[in-house]
């Protein structure tokens, strides 16, 4: 008996026999399918520009347009989709390849028409799984990534308020900032924020690998392509098709890679290595890096093209000395989630001293820097409050001392007439040269001085 879906699924049908479409069309349509078929690729092909659609079954060879160029276009607009292609018995091992490029099954003619939807069902049922879980993931990632923007309030308001107003966009967005900033957490707030929080987040860190070993890790490679290379990879451009690329450290990517990234950019297809064969790949770009890429692209080291075509959006993360507003919510943040992976330690507070001493310090690795700290004193201080003497010395010897004024609040004039008289006697009272040092004229100085200013010698 053929399964009935209790829903109707849109179902696009392509083979050049134009029979086995009538005979296809109304053997699923009496399985509760809504079946529109075609025996032209090139119309199928149209059809999947203009219509949604949940499923495509697809001959394989076909005038025109062959079965894998019909996947490719499929997957360009809906990764998800699942693609189920008809062949021959003697092109198997094309079919074999179709499931490579990420067909969901295929079917050897001759076949009845109820393991053909049977086959359906199983796959639009493992598309409802995948968006379920997709989508529990997103919830979960999006509050945790929204939730670590600490600051919201304070020095990252801005950020906050330029991610909400981008993340929907689509476009290529780069974040500046130095290290230890967040700017990952930025990507995170722009990926699950955005239309793609439901896809794959895939984070590269460029200055991670050597050239060639990244070439390989972003855009794949085939068989034989390299010494090691003994089998088919997928790269991580392909793995984040219809979800977000993070590239990590963008300034550090050697210029042949640049030049291959500009072409996906651009074309929106990508080469693995090694292979003559270009795959669609709908990607939408992060970008991140705490150089300054314009000074790369005066040297040579940056090109100029990819620079246009990243920084269609650009974010600043500020660095933590000029947040310190932000600090205190940031180490309770910080203290939270460290007890809760330690909930043996007894820590509860830093002291008020302590955090004076915080809100002090430069933090030259900003955020990151403080978070290692309260991991820190969460593992080692014995006591509910983490006082001044349980900081780093670095961080107590670094802290600025306030500064402090005495004596009477004395008027302008007489401020100034009083640093003419000590600039005249450090000069040795050579009324020129004090002169000729504070950048004023004699007389101004004279003025300066007042009538009890000894003659210049």
Known sequence: MIPRPTAKPRILLADDD???VETLCDGLGDAGYEVHGTGSSREAAGLLEKQEF???????RMPGMDGLGLLAISQKHARE???IVMTAYSAVDTAVESIRMGAYHYLTKPFKVGELALFLERALAQVRLQREARALRRTLGQGSALARLVGRQGGLREVSTLVSRVAEADVPVLVLGETGTGKGLVARALHFEGGRGEASLVTVNCASLPEQLLESELFGHVR???TGADANRRGLLEEANGGTLFLDEIGELALPLQAKLLHVLEQGVVRAVGSNREVPVNVRFVAATHRDLRAGVAAGRFRDDLLFRLDVISIEVPPLRQRTEDLPELVETFLDESLAKHPRSIVRHFSAA????LIAYGWPGNVRELEHLVQRSV?????????VGDLP????????PQLTFQGPVLRLEEVERRYAC???????GRRMLTAETLDVDRKTLVKLLGSGASEER
């Open 354 to 357: 302590a955090m004076e001493k």
């Open 393 to 400: 010395p670095s961080i107590v010897a670094s802290a600025s």
């Open 379 to 387: 593992l080692l201080v014995q006591k509910t409050e983490i006082d």
């Open 224 to 226: 034989g392509a390299f």
């Open 81 to 83: 989709r699942p693609v």
């Open 422 to 428: 000590w600039a005249l006697e450090q000069l040795g």
């Open 18 to 20: 134009l029979a086995l």
């Open 54 to 60: 949940d499923a495509v079954v697809t001959d394989l």
